[in-house]
C-alpha cells in the first residue's frame, strides 16, 4: 500500500490516492489483518467457500431456530489509517458462526449499528437458505430499531443485555487480536475522528473537559465517593472520579449505577496493555463480564502518551485543555457496536461541567467544602447527589465528625499488628500467642457469665459468638485483641460474619448481643475501652439487613460484589482503609507472605495516623483529612523504597 495520501494513485488515474483506491485497499487491509489472527476467516466468503464446510454450516443454521447477531469492536486499528475503528460483525448459532464482515468507523447511534446488524443477518440467510425465528442482540435499544427491518421477514428480535451464542467465538476474536483475555471489549481507538462525532460536539466535550481537570475534583472525591446524575426527564447515570490515587485521572460514567457498585472491590489493576492501550484487570472477568450497562470513561493523559495522530488531531482542531498532562481521551464498554453516540456523548459533556460546580455549591468561606445531599443545576435540571450519602438509597452514611477509633485503657496496643514468618507453614509464634491471650480473654468472659446466674446455653451462644470475633480479629485482620480498631468490628459485623456464619441463623442474630456483653467485659475486666463499639452494635437494623440479605459465593461473584459495595463506600468514607491501589502493582512481586505484612503494617499506620489527626482537631471527613493521610501514605511509602 502506497504511504503518501496525498501522492498520485498508482491506478493510473491521475487523481489523489487518498481520494481514489484508499478505501478499497483499507479495507483489503482489515481483512488482510483479521485473516491472520488464528484461525478467524475474514468473511461470510471465506466461510462458505468450502463445499464441505458450506453444507455443515447450513445445518446448523437448520437446526437452531434462534441466532445471535452481534458488532464486536476490535482493540486494534489498521496501522494505515489512525481514523479508523475497527468492527466485526457475526451472526452465530449455538454451534457454528454463519456470516462475518469487517466493517470501519461504525458510528454509535442506535440506528446504524441495527442497520449493519440487518445486513449481516441477510447475508446469513442467503449464505445458508435457513431463516431463524427468534434474534438475539445485546442490546435493548438496538433490537427497538432492528425489529422493524426484520419483521417482513416474520423474525422476533429480543435483547440479552450481553452475549450468549456469540461469546465464545467474540472472546476468542478479540483475546486473538489483543493478546489478552479481555471481556467484554473495549474501544479506544487512536484519533477523535474514528468516533464519528460532530466536531463541534467534540470540541464542548474538551471545553468541559478542561474545566473539570482545573477544578481537580479528585482533591474532594475519592474513587469510593461517587456520584449520582438524575437528567429531568431522563435515566439515571453514576460516575466516579478518578485520581485522589495520584495516578488515573478522570471520570468514568455507569448507565447502570449497579455495575459501578460491583467494581468498588475488585482485584488491584496491574499492567497496561499494549494492544487496548487500556488497563485490565486479571481475575476480574466476573465482575467485568457480568456488567450489564454502557461505561463511557474520560481519561486525561500526558501529550507525550498519545498515539501521534491523536496530538496531531487535537493541535490541528484547536481544541483546549487544560495543561500537556490533560489531554482527553475515550474508553467505552458495552455500548452497541463500541461506539458513542451523541446522547452518550452529550451526558459525559454535562457530567465533567457540573462535578465542579456541583462541589463550588458546598465550598464555605468559615471552613472546609462539604457535599450537599443534592445539588440541582439551574441551566439544565439535572440533579447531582453523593450515591451513598445518608438519604441517597443506601443502608450507610459517613459521620458528621468522626472520632479516634483504637481501643483505649491500660491493654490497648493501638497500631499493633502480627507479623507472619516467611516460607513458615504455620502462622508462627506471635500470631499463635496473639490467639491463645484472645481465647483466654473469652473463657474469662464465659466465666463472668457464669457468675452472673445465666443459663448455660446462653452463655455457650454468647462464648461462641465472641471466640468467632477474635478468631477473625487474629486469624483474618492480624491484630492482637490490644490492637482493636473501630474498622475490625464494622468489618466483622457488617461483610466478614454474614457471609460465613455457620453456627446457625440463631445464633447469628445474637451476635451484637454477644459482642455488646464481650466488649463490657473488656472494659470492666481487662481495662480495654472501646467507646464506639456500642453505637455500631446498637444499629440492629442494619446489622439485621446485612445478615438477611448477603449472598452466598466467592467475593469476585456479582452478587457478593454488589452486595459489599455500599459498606466498602461507607468504609472509605469513615477513611477506615488505606489507598491500596497505587501499592498493589509493586507489591506484587513480593513473597505473598511479605505483601500481606506490607498490607497490614500500612492498614494499622493509617488508622494510627486517622487518629492522630482526628485528636489533633481535624475530625470532619472531607477532603483535608483524606489529603493528609495520602500525603502521610506516600512518605510512608518512599520510606519503604528507601535502601
Sequence with gaps: MPAGRNAPCPCGSGRKYKNCCLHTDLEREAE????????????????????????????????????????????????????CRMVVLLVATRDAVLAMDSLRNLPGETEDVASALHGIVQEAMRRTGARPRLLHVAHPEVAGALAPLLRGSGIRVEALGGFDRLHDPARSLVENLSGVDLWPPMSKPETWAAWQLPEAEVAALFRAAAEFFRAAPWCVLADGEPLGFEPEGGAPWAGAIMGQGGEVFGLALYAEPGDLMSLYEGPGIEDDDDATGVRAMPGAQAVLGAMEGRVITLLFEEANDLPRPMRREVARKGWEVASPSAYPTL?????????????????????????????????????????????????????????????????????????????????????????????????????????????GAVNGFGSALDRTGMGEATIMTHVRNAAEFVRFLVSMEG????????????????????????????????????????????????????????????????????????????????????????????????????????????????????????????????LLWRDELIESGIREAGGELRGLLLERQREWMEALATP
Design 32 to 83: 488482510r489483518m483479521l485473516a491472520e489472527q488464528g484461525d478467524w476467516a475474514p468473511s461470510s466468503e471465506s466461510l462458505h467457500a468450502d463445499p464441505e464446510m458450506r453444507e455443515l454450516l447450513r445445518a446448523a443454521a437448520r437446526k437452531d431456530a434462534t441466532w445471535e447477531a452481534g458488532a464486536i469492536p476490535l482493540p486494534a486499528g489498521i496501522r494505515e489509517d489512525p481514523e
Design 331 to 439: 474508553v467505552v464498554m458495552n455500548t452497541p457496536g463500541g461506539g458513542v453516540s451523541r446522547a452518550d456523548l452529550r451526558v459525559l459533556t454535562e457530567a465533567l461541567t457540573l462535578v465542579p460546580r456541583f462541589l463550588a455549591a458546598g465550598e464555605r468561606a468559615d471552613g472546609p467544602a462539604t457535599l450537599l445531599p443534592e445539588w440541582t443545576s439551574p441551566e439544565t435540571g439535572t440533579v447531582v447527589f453523593p450515591l451513598f450519602a445518608a438519604g441517597s438509597g443506601g443502608p450507610f452514611g459517613p459521620p458528621l465528625v468522626l472520632e479516634p477509633g483504637y481501643a483505649r485503657g491500660k491493654a490497648a496496643r493501638p497500631g499493633a499488628f502480627l507479623v507472619t514468618e516467611d516460607g513458615a507453614e504455620d502462622p508462627g509464634p506471635a500470631v499463635e500467642e496473639a490467639y491463645r491471650a484472645a481465647i
Design 479 to 606: 491484630v492482637p485483641l490490644g490492637g482493636l480498631h473501630e474498622r475490625d468490628l464494622r468489618s466483622f459485623l457488617l461483610d466478614w460474619h454474614p457471609r460465613t456464619f455457620g453456627g446457625g441463623v440463631t445464633q447469628a442474630r445474637r451476635m451484637p448481643v454477644s459482642l455488646d456483653r464481650f466488649f463490657e467485659f473488656l472494659e470492666r475486666h481487662m481495662g480495654l475501652r472501646c467507646p464506639w463499639a456500642a453505637d455500631i452494635l446498637a444499629d440492629r437494623e442494619l446489622i439485621e439487613l446485612r445478615l438477611e440479605t448477603a449472598p452466598g459465593g466467592s467475593l469476585l461473584d456479582p452478587e457478593v460484589l454488589a452486595w459489599r459495595a455500599p459498606f466498602l463506600a461507607d468504609m472509605e468514607q469513615r477513611l477506615l482503609r488505606p489507598h491500596l491501589d497505587e501499592v498493589h502493582a509493586s507489591w506484587i512481586r513480593e513473597e505473598p507472605t511479605r505483601a500481606m505484612n506490607l498490607v497490614r503494617e500500612l492498614t494499622r499506620s493509617w
